[in-house]
């Protein structure tokens, strides 16, 4: 039965947010009878809901659920006051992320109209060898982990994204010893993505903070970085400072 559940939810994502009775059944792999009843049960639990075209979406009761839980949420949270400075400095996209298995998973992110198309979405996720902030995050992630990434599939984008394992585990090693990654054009052509680890109390990697910005109109490179690492900081001082009420 879990497993069936989250067939269901996983069958949504920033590209389906919206369902019919029928696609949801053929994307989650489940016969419509079976589809149907769990739909309906979802429902009376406000797990989904219907649109007023009648399509399914996921329902209030799964964000009340998400809002209580994970350590992500509480992050992004603590993160937004900087973010937001970095954001207006920058006036491109700016996004906060973290590794889940082969991905990078954004649980924060801030955009303008003016601001160039990117693939990211918050609650959205890219494979972590095609993203500046996926990279800081592999490359700061323990050396099993590197490797066992760098043996799976390494999807191409564009052709500037880097997919031989050789040249990524380069790389890492020099996003490592700079903090810091820069990638042009590795998953839309014409866009930069720079990123920086996030460090928590103790120096672990727990997040990548990063800007995707139009390869030609940026406000600088020195500059950008400057504002990254100033938020980054930001951000670990209060989780040193959160740390520090907590245990008091």
Known sequence: MIDRLVRVLSSFDPDHPSLSTEELSARAQLPKSTAYRLINDMMRHDLLQRDPCGRI???VGMWELSNRASDAVELASLARPHMTSLHDFVGENTQLGILREREVLFVERMSKPSAVVHRSRTAG???AHASSCGLVLLAHAPRHVREAY????LAAFTEHTTTDPTILRRMLQTIRTYHRAELVGHIDEGTTGIAVPVFDGSGLT???LGVVVDSE???GMPAIMQA????SAGITQD???QGARASE
């Open 206 to 208: 727990i997040a990548g």
């Open 125 to 127: 996720r890219l494979p």
């Open 150 to 153: 760098l043996r799976g599939p």
């Open 239 to 241: 989780l040193i400072a």
């Open 228 to 231: 990254l690492r100033t938020a």
């Open 217 to 219: 109109r940026n406000v």
């Open 57 to 59: 979406r996921i329902g």
